[in-house]
């Protein structure tokens, strides 16, 4: 009687457990208050132009293009997996430094959902195109 008492406790402790590690994983792809960038977008895009290094492989053949990223924004703000949707043709490189400046920006304002900070999907695209 002992023995089946503990499986079902023990059982029971771990589907709790589990459940908990489900929850706190969810990643929302819409939320009421979406991330933002500190001081918004065009602060972003400032930081995007200041911090990206064009490839030189991409200016000496001319290369123009849209990489399409998307990563998510944690409940403390932090930048996590971030992945390219679709990336720029004939240039990895491209998209290598597109990554590279989404990993060095600093903390968002998370997204919330009921006014509780969560893990949120974010799309952004970067255009690369010199003058």
Same mark, same amino acid.
């Not at 009421?32 to 602060?43: I, L, N, Q, R, V």
């Given at each position: 009687?002992?023995?089946?008492?503990? @499986?079902?406790? %023990? =059982?029971?402790?771990?589907?709790? !457990? #589990?459940?908990?590690? !489900?929850?706190?994983?969810?990643?929302?792809?819409?939320?009421?208050?979406?991330?933002? =960038?500190? *001081?918004?977008? /065009?602060?972003?895009? *400032?930081? $995007?132009?200041?911090?990206?290094?064009?490839?030189?492989?991409?200016?000496?053949?001319?290369?123009?293009? +849209?990489?399409?990223?998307? =990563?998510? %924004? /944690?409940?403390?703000? &932090?930048? +996590?997996?971030?992945? %390219?949707?679709?990336?720029?043709? !004939?240039?990895?490189?491209?998209?290598?430094? #597109? $990554?590279?400046?989404? &990993? +060095?920006?600093?903390?968002?304002?998370?997204? +919330?959902?009921?006014?509780?900070?969560? &893990? %949120? @999907?974010?799309?952004?695209?970067? !255009? =690369?195109?010199?003058?």
């Amino acid at each position: 009687m002992i023995k089946y008492f503990i @499986y079902i406790l %023990v =059982f029971f402790c771990l589907t709790i !457990n #589990a459940q908990t590690s !489900n929850e706190e994983k969810k990643v929302y792809n819409t939320v009421d208050e979406m991330p933002s =960038f500190p *001081k918004g977008t /065009e602060a972003m895009m *400032k930081f $995007i132009q200041k911090k990206i290094i064009f490839p030189k492989s991409a200016i000496e053949k001319k290369i123009i293009g +849209k990489c399409f990223l998307t =990563f998510v %924004v /944690e409940p403390d703000g &932090s930048i +996590k997996d971030i992945t %390219v949707r679709k990336g720029v043709e !004939n240039c990895s490189e491209c998209d290598e430094a #597109a $990554i590279d400046v989404i &990993s +060095k920006m600093p903390k968002w304002n998370p997204g +919330k959902k009921d006014g509780v900070p969560v &893990s %949120v @999907y974010f799309n952004l695209p970067i !255009n =690369f195109k010199y003058k």
